[in-house]
């Protein structure tokens, strides 16, 4: 069956597709919700008057998990405009 | 002078195909943030409008590949070919026109290849068409681009609401609404490159058939590019209420969590997809996200008749809008292929049903009001889902 099915179905582009799509669909999901996370944990903080070392540390993983999303979208328009 | 006015029939007609193209797509990106309140319809819309706009300009690939590989390029070329190409777009755009009549979310490009096949068979018989060439193009793509967005948008979901069990109900809500801005856009972008140019590429075919344009230095001229941006743009600003509020609410209830992570699984395939060079439908690779969130979220629930629904219409797609075109080829054959009568009817006849559609959908009107989540309470979003998240509750 996988060998009738080869010649009408790229599974070498295929893979290729699930991987990527994995990696930076469910990957900007989980990413994005550890910049919340972040977020929460250094307003919580700062709310219970914790000092530096939380909230900076709060703050640093929103601003990484923030880069890291808006990376992924340039490189999605990157894509684009390489079809 | 003959060729001249069935050209500018043809270039009429693929614009009104692009304008339908932009309303009945809209939901893809859209559907989920209005939805969950991310955004206001209206708004949402307009958004989606200005980035297919600027989509449409951003890759110049030979946009002409919906032509190829299905149908002999013999067929679509000449002055008979553009019959073929009229009766074609006309197929694809009353056969959209139905779906979004039904509130189905049924694929443009589904169509436009529907419509080719069945003029090109009505003109010189099934000689014309590669059955290897549809199931390639056409029926593997589709079943794959829900298996696979649907995949990734179930784990992704699932990811998600693990992290929202440490974040709380109200910071996951407002936090992944203002992340499904920038992945609902983004889809927006991308179907902005991706279906503008099927369409440039029809009209660029129609050009080069009549000699205004060199098949040897093939290039869409910047015209053809403003006017398929432009009436793609203008198509998705009407808003497409009716696919929008079964992409968003029929399928299943929608989360901002869910959301997000069907429009950034659907933008990540879609992408990912044309960068490889395996195109696969956007519609239905955002179904499959929306439908792979829905099962994601525990206690979420997916409405499989509304499912089913949706199945057949991508089923009958291609077979409707084929038929469609080649009546409209045959129509268009009694008054005589190299005469301007036969064209001028049939582009009558699609004004008609189009018109006739539209009135039709008067009767039960859904409009940007009736899907405005923006100033829904917490209580009313749980109430609307009909059962609470257990890890937002």
Not at chain 1, 21 to 30: C, E, K, P, Q, S
Not at chain 1, 32 to 51: C, I, N, R
Not at chain 2, 304 to 318: D, K, R, S
Request: proline share 3%; glycine share 12%.
């Amino acid at each position: 069956m996988f060998v009738l099915a080869s010649p009408l179905v790229d599974w070498s582009a295929i893979w290729k597709i699930c991987l990527m799509a994995l990696a930076a669909g469910a990957g900007t999901v989980v990413i994005f919700g550890f910049m919340l996370l972040g977020l929460k944990f250094a307003g919580t903080s700062e709310a219970h008057g914790t000092q530096g070392g939380s909230r900076v540390g709060g703050l640093a993983v929103a601003v990484l998990c923030g880069g890291i999303c808006i990376g992924i979208i340039v490189l999605g328009i990157y894509a684009m405009t390489q079809k | 002078m003959g060729s001249e006015l069935v050209l500018i029939l043809v270039i009429a007609a693929a614009l009104a195909f692009d304008f339908t193209n932009g309303f009945h797509d809209t939901a893809n990106a859209m559907a989920t943030s209005i939805a969950t309140g991310a955004l206001k319809p209206r708004t949402a819309v307009l958004i989606s409008a200005a980035l297919n706009f600027i989509g449409a300009f951003i890759s110049i690939s030979v946009a002409a590949t919906i032509a190829k590989g299905i149908v002999e390029p013999a067929v679509t070329g000449g002055a008979d070919g553009l019959a073929v190409v009229e009766a074609a777009l006309i197929g694809a755009m009353t056969w959209n026109l139905i779906t979004w009549y039904f509130t189905i979310p049924s694929s443009s490009s589904h169509a436009l290849i529907g419509g080719l096949i069945g003029a090109a068979i009505a003109d010189v018989g099934s000689s014309a068409v590669s059955v290897h060439g549809i199931i390639q193009k056409v029926v593997a793509p589709g079943v794959l681009a829900i298996l696979i967005c649907g995949g990734v948008a179930y784990l992704a979901t699932t990811a998600a609401y693990l992290l929202i069990r440490r974040l709380g109900q109200e910071d996951a809500r407002r936090g992944y609404r203002y992340g499904q801005i920038g992945s609902a856009s983004l889809v927006s972008l991308a179907h902005g490159t991706n279906d503008a140019q099927k369409t440039m590429g029809v009209i660029a075919l129609a050009l080069i058939a009549t000699g205004h344009l060199s098949a040897a230095n093939f290039t869409v001229p910047i015209w053809v590019k403003l006017l398929c941006a432009t009436a793609m743009a203008l198509g998705t600003a009407t808003g497409g209420w009716r696919i929008i509020n079964t992409m968003g609410n029929r399928i299943t209830t929608v989360e901002s969590p869910q959301g997000f992570a069907a429009e950034s699984s659907s933008a990540a395939t879609i992408l990912a997809s044309s960068y490889y060079g395996y195109p696969l439908s956007t519609t239905q690779i955002v179904s499959g996200g929306v439908m792979g969130a829905g099962l994601g979220r525990r206690g979420g629930v997916v409405h499989w008749p509304v499912v089913g629904q949706m199945a057949i219409a991508w089923v009958i797609t291609l077979p409707s809008a084929a038929i469609v075109g080649g009546l409209m080829w045959h129509i268009s054959d009694i008054f005589g292929t190299n005469t301007n009568a036969g064209a001028i009817v049939i582009a009558l006849l699609a004004a008609a049903i189009a018109l006739g559609l539209w009135t039709l959908s008067k009767r039960n009107r859904i409009t940007a009001s009736d899907l405005d989540r923006t100033s829904a309470t917490p209580e009313v979003e749980a109430e609307r889902a009909g059962d609470v998240s257990p890890a937002l509750a």
